[in-house]
């Protein structure tokens, strides 16, 4: 804000009539903090007349738009494995694979000795321990490499969804800039036909 009378910014783009002109001038050359603000100005025009003209951008892209959607086969992907048909599915494959493991290395019952049934019963407990152990054992190892591929998805949607906001940012600050510079150009042109007829008078 500046102590003149007078708004500095229409004095820089010629818009007071010539006696509020007079005076402006004269407060400026009496004073520096309105000397100072009118150089900024003047430092503001110079600036924005020298960037070079760009296109204003058609239309910001939105992370709703179909360019960003996963296609079908990563969206079943997804869903298969973010569901209970993962964790049952990972059961059945163990418990086919210890049932499978252990029918084949169990020792073959000779049929004239049928062991004792207490006896039966204890390998019979063991044989459950040791699939059940299998089992826990492969639904702990499924969970936990679910867990990682769940971190890295979610780390490559972070990472996506910062790079898409920093180049939506980008554009933004173009259009911006863009729309800063054609207010300024109309401006501008509105101020030369004042200007002209202030001179004609």
């Known amino acids: 804000m500046?102590?003149?009378p007078f708004d500095l910014r229409d004095y820089y783009f010629k818009e007071l009539g010539s006696s509020e002109r007079r005076a402006t001038e004269v407060h400026v050359k009496t004073c520096a903090a309105c000397h100072e603000e009118l150089e900024r100005?003047?430092?503001?025009?110079?600036?924005?007349?020298a960037l070079p003209d760009e296109d204003i951008p058609q239309r910001i892209g939105f992370v709703s738009d179909p360019v960003f959607q996963p296609s079908a086969l990563q969206r079943g992907w997804r869903a298969f494995w973010g569901s209970a048909a993962r964790l049952g599915f990972a059961s059945a494959a163990m418990l086919s694979a210890a049932l499978l493991f252990f029918s084949v290395t169990r020792p073959a019952v000779q049929a004239n000795h049928p062991p004792p049934a207490v006896t039966q019963t204890a390998a019979g407990a063991?044989?459950?321990?040791?699939v059940?152990?299998?089992?826990?054992?492969?639904v702990a190892e499924s969970e936990a490499r679910q867990a990682r591929q769940t971190r890295d998805l979610l780390a490559a949607s972070d990472k996506r969804h910062a790079l898409e906001t920093q180049a939506m940012q980008v554009r933004f600050d173009e259009f911006l800039e863009v729309e800063r510079k054609r207010q300024t150009a109309l401006m501008m042109a509105s101020v030369q036909p004042n200007e002209t007829a202030g001179e004609q008078r």
């Open 41 to 49: 100005l003047r430092g503001t025009e110079t600036a924005l007349l």
């Open 126 to 130: 063991k044989l459950d321990q040791q």
């Open 2 to 4: 500046s102590c003149s």
């Open 132 to 138: 059940r152990d299998a089992v826990s054992q492969a």
